[in-house]
């Protein structure tokens, strides 16, 4: 059973910096693919834009909107996915979601859903950005 859950949301003025976690289990023997996705508000679930993602080798992966500002790292001793963020905009606002599912080749984890399924998805962080 796959679990995966967020932390480190919060509110933080522009130009202010928040690490996200996410804390993940289940894949003992298995290659995986995580990525970052957020959903702003007043976006629909299926207008979740994927931003970083890192699969169980290491490779990463960014969306054009946050190379150079969001950086995606892992700790695989805690099974433990950050994303660092900097120079945050109001319009990095939105929920931010841990999502995961099985790499079946490598190459594949990118922040979309072309290649990979995410069949499982955290409860998801709240990051706001005031100007």
């Known amino acids: 059973q796959v679990q995966l859950v967020e932390s480190g949301g919060g509110s933080v003025q522009a130009g202010g910096s928040l690490r996200l976690s996410c804390a993940f289990s289940?894949?003992?023997?298995?290659?995986?693919?995580l990525a970052w996705f957020r959903q702003a508000p007043g976006k629909e679930r299926e207008e979740r834009e994927g931003v970083a993602s890192i699969d169980s080798d290491g490779t990463t992966s960014y969306a054009e909107s946050v190379k150079g500002q969001f950086t995606i790292s892992q700790d695989n001793a805690k099974n433990i996915v950050y994303l660092q963020m900097s120079y945050l905009k109001p319009e990095d606002t939105a929920m931010y979601y841990c999502a995961s599912d099985t790499l079946l080749a490598p190459g594949l984890c990118r922040p979309s859903q072309e290649h990979v399924g995410f069949s499982y998805w955290g409860q998801g962080t709240q990051v706001t950005v005031s100007s």
């Open positions: 289940g894949y003992r023997h298995s290659r995986y693919c």
